[in-house]
């Protein structure tokens, strides 16, 4: 027990001692304390440097709102997070903290010497010095500048910790519980509405955790307050969420909440995630988010122990803490006066009450109690400084006359200074939502006004000040969030009476009179009066801007305890009113996300769905090296005997050409196009013409955008005269879907026709080599495998190894090929036994390394490998695919613009190295003559390139300006050693006349 | 080879929370009222207009989809019948019917838990009010698209494609790390 904790009361559980360190040295506290109550008890002021000036800086405020006491907790090397408010942080046994901002120590931080240089690191200074050179500004100037002005350090381990997201929908979202949340709650449960009640702190309550001596209905608060939440609880249609940070307010009352699961945990259990993200849809909003006190913006205000007055009785009441041993109060509202009653009483001597109100602003009932209490008041007063080096040790008073002059007052010795300027409602997410907001003089704080989104705003969220008031409007919002008449009850409540209002912005502080000492209206970001008033100076008139070049309300916090009086500040020194100096925008998050909550379950394996074709396990026990092509894993190749890859594909592409190789090409995209209007639907689409396309037989298809350029291609198989069987690319599977489901809803409603993917039906095998019908004759019946029954590009309906088969008569490699579709549960059983009678012909499975190899010696394209979203048919050498007769054709009329028929378009052409051996590098430019010095005048580029092990040399498939006029001529690739000369060349490399395809 | 070889689909373990179901007969099934009238006939189930609903007649069910869209499911042995009964019933009607019995796997998500799983990846609203018992609908679970049907208060039939089955219980069985055991 330290001299600083009282010796009763508080919501702190003094059975639960619970041990921590702060920068390597041992205290202890209470269960129930946060990290700010427990260092307060052990006599700790000193919590951080400031951001820029380095500054010591203390406790200011005890709950989010914090801008100074940022540390580092830390669990493990991998769990370190910076950066938390220490009034956040709950302490467990074993805690261990740091502070930040500072080298060496705490206490001898040698960044401080920017305090001595504060003269010259004004506002925009930053922006003004290191200007230029205008590269250095990157490389040089920015990260030193962070570095030295920082936060905390991220940690460099993956985060070991999980983190869920989910859903929820209620009618009525009621985001704070303190007393108008609760009773928003209620009332709206009472509907039999369902509600969910979200609230950032540890305990649902709100102000009333700090309210000891206060009566609601004739009973103690805390009664009110067990009574209260644990009817709530009973209710299943009532979700409470303590610990939980609405964040943001995102369109249609979609509104994003963090819930803290395990932060504090002495040992979190391995089954929770560290945090769960809600996205909570919800009919009705309630925002009974409270206020917060503002600080006063007065010469020395940042030294550690000078805090708000507020949070002085929250310490004092929730925690058992008392903030100092002998406190200077300044007050700019009515509410300071009842805490230094109730400190005083407490054992903390007041020095003096400095009432720093203008003349004229009305006294409440305050001032009388403290000077009931025999405490004294000095009225007219003003603060002009104070003494301390790493903790308040002195305050400056001085005495505003009546005609607004300033003369020194008396010296107070004190070790603790608190401090309210008056309370803003927290309109935050109202704002974040597109609410408007109105200026309300009496209370001196921007209230919510036009809600954009259906919610409301209850308690002192809006303004409305007094427990018993703000009991009965949150009463009022929750039965009209609920759709109900409001409650005839009413609340009555003893304690609590209001006093917050105030006037923003800085007390009376004439320069002649101040010493050199600085005014923090920004305290994270280290913001002055002074730099302020500079800023309006130099003729900043818009607050946005006048934010920007002095950072005011950039930091973490985003302002929340300095908005106003930043904005006040700036009315007064360009004679405006607060509202006619607008405000910032409110932005999300309200206070800081983990990533990790965002990105949930997607990191890692489970970042996207990972697809795997029937054939998956058969190929990964055979040791097949895969590769990701879209979602899919496929096999890219199967090396055997310790193979690399180059070796393994040269085998398998030379099986293939030789004897027999298999391929799972299931991952291709399906859709079977049925109704009568089937070929009528495919005429419009494709480039190419479908009615004479006889059943049982297929064609190659080219699919364009309406811009004329090359979208999509693939077999397409008519089954019956009203059923096709249309492939896509494995990439392109759901935009082709998609497309075509397009254009039937939206343009051609008048075709009886209906699309269904398949693409998962099919598990497809596809066989390729001379060989190939010696394998499948092993297996298939009902089908006629021979090439006159089943010439090249046929299809046929059959069976294999007994299941029913759909057997095309097709080959992306350029020998007899079949393709072997299954349905997908029989796809695994069937690949095996296809390998299986391959055996005795040496069949090969190959990858999709090999496969690409092998039709780019074929020249056959790869969409999106060899065109790139502008290449027309004709640049892609596919143009003899257009159905010449067909009126119209998506694309069609594009491809008549001249632009599209310039002979210098980029034309799809083989290309071969002069050097056989040297392969080229995809991508690499071409140019027209060697020697070119930067800029070249680069006429195309390498498109697909590989070793041929059945050419025995390189091939290489490019795109060049006006290529096909240029055959045999030679061109150059250029790269770091040397030019490559290259010879255009037909892009079909091997059996140019096709006859093996016909085998 | 006359020997049917055996269905394999991506493997479901059962868990508390999580059952399998047995592989089935499936028809996609496109068209308006008088296809619907047809099938009613020859399928025993009429499919339902109530947009989002499943209709079902012992171990046969329909489930609407979309105005002109329905989804049949049967059980397995019934696939030679449908095969030859369904598109005899539909001759001359506009319409389409696709066999897509392997292009999904089934399961249920059940037990007291059920809602609160699926709420963890799914975008819609579980509550058994506003997601009544015989409510289908193609939604999200996560990244994925999944067909989602309650067939009790604590239970929910799940269809994916084969290849999103693996993505969509890994998710679900993270989350289930929170139940207790």
Redesign the interface.
């Known amino acids: 027990m330290t001299e600083f904790r009282t010796e009763r009361g508080g919501r702190v559980d003094r059975s639960r001692v619970l041990r921590f360190t702060f920068d390597g040295r041992a205290y202890t506290g209470f269960a129930g304390d946060t990290l700010a109550s427990a260092l307060l008890a052990n006599g700790v002021q000193l919590l951080g440097r400031s951001f820029k000036y380095h500054r010591p800086r203390g406790l200011l405020a005890a709950g989010s709102e914090e801008p100074n006491a940022l540390v580092t907790v830390i669990r493990d090397a991998a769990r370190r997070t910076p950066n938390v408010r220490a009034t956040t942080v709950e302490l467990y046994d074993g805690l261990v903290a740091e502070s930040q901002n500072r080298w060496p120590s705490l206490s001898f931080d040698l960044g401080a010497i920017n305090n001595l240089l504060s003269p010259v690191l004004p506002a925009g200074f930053y922006n003004k010095t290191f200007m230029w050179p205008r590269s250095a500004w990157f490389a040089l100037y920015e990260p030193r500048i962070r570095a030295a002005a920082g936060l905390g350090v991220a940690p460099t381990l993956p985060d070991p910790d999980?983190y869920?997201?989910?859903?929820?929908?209620c009618e009525v979202l009621v985001v704070g519980a303190g007393p108008a949340g609760l009773a928003a709650a209620t009332a709206a449960a009472a509907t039999g509405a369902?509600v969910i009640l979200c609230d950032e702190q540890a305990e649902l309550g709100g102000a009333l955790l700090a309210e000891p001596d206060t009566e609601i209905d004739g009973r103690p608060a805390g009664d009110w307050l067990a009574a209260t939440v644990a009817a709530l609880r009973a209710n299943p249609r009532v979700t409470l969420l303590a610990r939980t940070t609405a964040f943001g307010y995102f369109p249609h009352n979609n509104v994003g909440l963090v819930e803290r699961l395990t932060d504090h945990l002495e040992s979190p259990p391995?089954?929770?995630?560290r945090e769960r993200l809600w996205?909570v849809?919800a009919r009705e909003v309630v925002l009974a988010t409270g206020a917060i006190e503002r600080p006063l913006p007065f010469p020395g205000n940042d030294r550690p122990g000078v805090m708000l007055a507020g949070a002085a009785r929250t310490y004092l009441h929730r925690f058992g803490v008392r903030v100092g041993r002998r406190a200077v109060v300044v007050a700019g509202c009515d509410a300071a006066f009842q805490a230094a009653v109730e400190l005083s009483r407490a054992g903390v001597a007041i020095a003096v009450i400095a009432d720093v109100r203008a003349p004229g602003q009305v006294a409440g009932p305050g001032e009388q109690a403290a000077r009931a209490a025999g405490l004294a008041v000095e009225t007219n007063a003003t603060v002009l400084g104070t003494r301390g080096r790493l903790r308040v040790s002195q305050v400056l008073l001085g005495r505003v006359g009546p005609d607004g002059a300033v003369t020194p007052g008396a010296s107070h010795a004190c070790d603790v200074v608190l401090m309210s300027g008056g309370y803003t409602p927290s309109v935050h997410l109202h704002s974040q939502s597109r609410g408007k907001l109105a200026y309300d003089d009496a209370l001196g704080a921007f209230v919510p006004a036009a809600p954009a989104e259906r919610t409301r705003s209850a308690g002192m969220a809006r303004g409305v000040a007094g427990l018993a008031a703000g009991l009965d409007d949150g009463a009022a919002a929750g039965a009209a969030a609920a759709g109900a008449h409001a409650a005839t009850h009413r609340h009555s409540s003893r304690g609590l009476d209001g006093g917050l209002a105030g006037r923003p912005g800085a007390p009376p502080q004439p320069a002649a009179l101040v010493p050199p000492a600085k005014a923090f209206v920004d305290f994270q970001n280290d913001v002055t009066t002074r730099d302020l008033a500079l800023a309006r100076r130099e003729g900043f008139e818009s607050i946005e801007h006048i934010k920007r070049y002095t950072t005011t309300g950039m930091a973490t916090d985003q302002g929340k305890t300095s908005g106003l009086n930043a904005l006040a500040i700036v009315a007064s020194e360009s004679e405006r009113r607060v509202p006619e100096v607008g405000l910032t925008t409110f932005r999300m998050p309200f206070t800081p996300v983990t990533f990790g909550s965002l990105a949930g379950?997607?990191r890692g394996?489970?970042f996207?769905?990972?697809?795997?074709?029937?054939s998956h396990a058969w190929a990964a026990a055979r040791g097949a090296v895969f590769e990701d092509v879209g979602?899919?894993k496929r096999a890219r190749y199967f090396p055997v005997n310790g193979e690399d890859m180059h070796a393994a594909v040269n085998r398998e592409c030379l099986a293939v050409r030789r004897g027999v190789g298999m391929f799972d090409a299931s991952t291709l995209g399906k859709i079977?196009v049925?109704?009568?209007d089937a070929a009528t639907f495919l005429n419009r689409l494709y480039i190419n013409n479908w009615s004479n396309l006889g059943v049982q037989r297929s064609r190659y298809g080219i699919l364009l955008r309406d811009d004329g350029f090359v979208y999509d291609d693939g077999v397409i198989a008519r089954l019956a005269e009203d059923r096709f069987h249309v492939t896509t690319t494995t990439g392109g599977a759901a935009r082709v879907f998609a497309m075509m489901e397009d254009f039937l809803q939206t343009e051609w409603t008048d075709l009886?026709?209906?699309?269904?993917?398949?693409?998962?039906?099919?598990a497809v095998v596809a066989v390729q080599g001379p060989r190939a019908r010696d394998v499948l004759a092993r297996?298939v019946?009902d089908v006629d495998l021979s090439a006159a029954a089943l010439p090249h590009m046929a299809v046929a309906r059959g069976r294999i190894?007994?299941?029913p088969m759909l057997l095309f008569r097709v080959s992306f490699s350029g020998e007899l090929g079949f393709e072997v579709n299954v349905?997908?549960?029989?796809g695994?059983?069937?690949w095996a036994?296809i390998h299986e009678a391959g055996r005795e012909f040496g069949i090969t499975p190959y990858g999709t390394e090999a496969m690409h190899v092998l039709r780019a010696e074929k020249g056959y394209i790869i969409v999106g490998q060899d065109t790139d979203g502008t290449m027309t048919p004709d640049d892609a050498a596919v143009a003899w695919a257009i159905g010449k007769q067909k009126p119209d054709f998506v694309g069609k009329r594009s491809l008549e613009r001249p632009t599209m028929k310039h002979p210098q378009r980029k034309q799809l052409v083989g290309l071969e190295t002069l050097d056989p051996r040297i392969v080229l590098e995809e991508g690499a430019q071409i140019v027209a003559t060697r020697d070119q010095r930067p800029p070249m005048k680069m006429i195309g580029h390498v498109t697909s390139s590989y070793h041929s092990a059945v050419l025995g040399r390189s091939i290489a498939l490019g795109v060049v300006a006006g290529g096909r006029a240029r055959s045999g001529e030679t061109l150059y690739v250029p790269m770091p050693g040397g030019d490559i000369p290259v010879k255009v060349v037909s892009p079909v490399f091997y059996d140019r006349e096709g006859a093996r395809l016909n085998g | 080879?006359?020997?049917?070889?055996?269905?394999?689909?991506p493997p479901v373990a059962s868990r508390p929370w999580l059952a399998p179901l047995p592989?089935a007969t499936r028809y996609?099934l496109?068209?308006g009222a008088e296809a619907r009238a047809a099938v009613a006939a020859a399928f025993g189930v009429e499919p339902p207009t109530q947009a989002c609903r499943a209709a079902s007649r012992g171990a046969r069910s329909a489930l609407w989809l979309g105005p002109?869209e329905h989804l049949l499911i049967a059980p397995e042995s019934d696939g030679a019948t449908l095969a030859t009964a369904l598109p005899a019933a539909l001759a001359g009607v506009?319409?389409?019917?696709?066999?897509?019995?392997?292009?999904?796997v089934a399961f249920e998500v059940r037990g007291p838990h059920a809602e609160w799983l699926l709420?963890?990846g799914?975008?819609?609203?579980l509550?058994v009010a506003?997601f009544p018992v015989g409510m289908c609908t193609r939604t999200v679970f996560?990244?994925?698209e999944v067909l989602l049907w309650r067939t009790a208060d604590d239970r929910f039939r799940i269809e994916t494609?084969?290849?999103?089955t693996?993505?969509v219980i890994?998710?679900l069985a993270?989350?289930a790390?929170?139940l207790p055991a």
């Open positions: 999980r869920a997201q989910r859903y929820a929908h369902r391995a089954a929770l995630p996205q849809r379950v997607a394996d489970a996207d769905p990972v697809r795997r074709t029937p979602l899919w079977e049925v109704g009568k009886s026709v209906w699309i269904t993917s398949t693409t998962e039906q099919w297996l019946t190894a007994g299941v349905p997908a549960d029989y695994a059983e069937v036994a | 080879m006359a020997d049917m070889l055996k269905r394999t689909s592989a996609s496109r068209g002109d506009p319409h389409s019917l696709v066999d897509v019995s392997h292009r999904q709420a963890h799914c975008p819609l609203d509550d506003a996560v990244k994925a494609w084969r290849s999103f693996d993505y890994t998710l993270e989350t790390l929170e």
